[in-house]
């Protein structure tokens, strides 16, 4: 029977620690990994050619369970490779242990992260993330911030607030091979260029892109108009780290006016004139789209284009 934590500074304080030596005797396996350079001698695939997993992402995940188990054997555990449950009420770890694993095979080490997060009453209170190339530690502490490396992430309305003509944007195309999909995904992008956005990034992390959000680095990411969507582990420890920063997360499909696209059904919010609703949607670990930003205007007006003229399939 799972064991229930108090949201005291105390409690947060240990799970942070231990989250935090996790990911960081985490990210010296990945260093060993790296200097071994043998990553594309054990790829194995997933759900397609596209979608990797290696022997190392195993290895780190289980060295990462076994120290949060370790320290929290009555808490419940969701991680990628190896234990997918349903997310509850209890104390649960989520963990993706190496997030960028293609980003990771090729040798974009800089792009790869592991990420922790910690949650109660089924909501992230605590979020590690740790890139052991560059030793970037990234965190988030309900009611107590956001950090990397020590210093205070915050992005305030009177600067971060920016047009799409200001914005770099990050969208991650997942993988689909599907020609429909990615005609939906590349019309999306071909929208928001034809807006004037200044530019486009694709990084392969998604927990990094929530981090890159939350220190300012990128003004908005988002997934989710296909079959392209993120799983808790991809979301988890960035959540809690983008709130506390001062940032923006919603999905982008949203519980009123139902859009069926190939085999996906997405809803969207909309006004009586038929806009995009501007009004703010919670965020759902389990939800299939994100859209996240630096401000509550920039993720309404992308919001808008990307989903301006989205094709539909009756």
Known sequence: MATKSPLDEAALRKCLDTAVLAAQEAGNLMLECFM??????????????????????RQVEELVLARLKSA??????????????????????IVDPIDG?????????????VSIGYCVDGTPVVGVIYVPSTQELYLGVQGYG??????KLSQQASTATKSLREAVICNEMGYTRNAHELDILLGAQRRLYVQGCQ????L???????????????DLVYAGLCTEGWKPWDYAAGYIIIKEAG????????????????????????????????????????????????????????????????????
């Open 199 to 202: 530019g486009f990034r694709q």
């Open 146 to 151: 956001a950090y990397r490396n020590g210093h």
């Open 204 to 218: 392969g992390s998604g927990c990094l892109d929530l981090c890159y959000v939350a220190s300012g680095r990128l």
């Open 36 to 57: 071994k350079n043998d990553t594309a001698n054990s790829i194995e695939e997933k759900a397609n050619s596209a979608d990797l997993v290696t022997k190392y992402d």
């Open 72 to 93: 929290y054997p009555g808490f419940s555990v969701i991680a990628e490779e190896t234990e997918h449950g349903t997310l509850t009420d209890a104390p649960t770890w």
């Open 101 to 113: 694993t293609t980003n990771f095979v090729a040798g974009l080490h800089p792009l790869t992260c």
């Open 247 to 314: 940032c923006y997360m919603e999905p982008i499909y949203t519980n009123a006016t139902t859009t069926t696209i190939t085999n996906t059904t997405a809803t969207e919010d909309k006004n009586d004139d038929g806009a995009v609703s501007s009004s703010s949607a919670a965020f759902d670990l389990y939800g299939t789209s994100v859209i996240c930003s630096v401000s509550k205007e920039l993720l309404d007006e992308v919001r808008a284009v990307i989903l301006d003229d989205l094709p539909i399939v009756d």
